[in-house]
């Protein structure tokens, strides 16, 4: 998040959010803020349009392995 952040001159709460933002699958995002200065970080998240390579290195820094069963289902499941 942070490199990402520093790449784009931008805040890493607002590169979170956007990132949130720009997938389709997530409704709606909600923050809370409770200073001022809080809110003042994460409102850019609105305008902040992620590169596909950023959304990239974002997705890849979020994914988790999933384990048992879905590990052996794909294992034996050529077209997962």
Do not use: C
């Amino acid at each position: 998040m942070r490199a990402v952040a520093g790449e784009i001159n931008s805040t890493p709460s607002a590169v979170s959010l956007a990132w949130l933002l720009a997938k389709p699958q997530v409704t709606s995002v909600i923050f809370g803020a409770r200073t001022i200065e809080q809110l003042d970080a994460n409102l850019p998240a609105a305008d902040l349009e992620l590169s596909a390579r950023h959304l990239a290195v974002l997705d890849e820094a979020s994914a988790f392995e999933l384990g048992y069963p879905y590990g052996f289902i794909k294992a034996t499941q050529s077209t997962w």
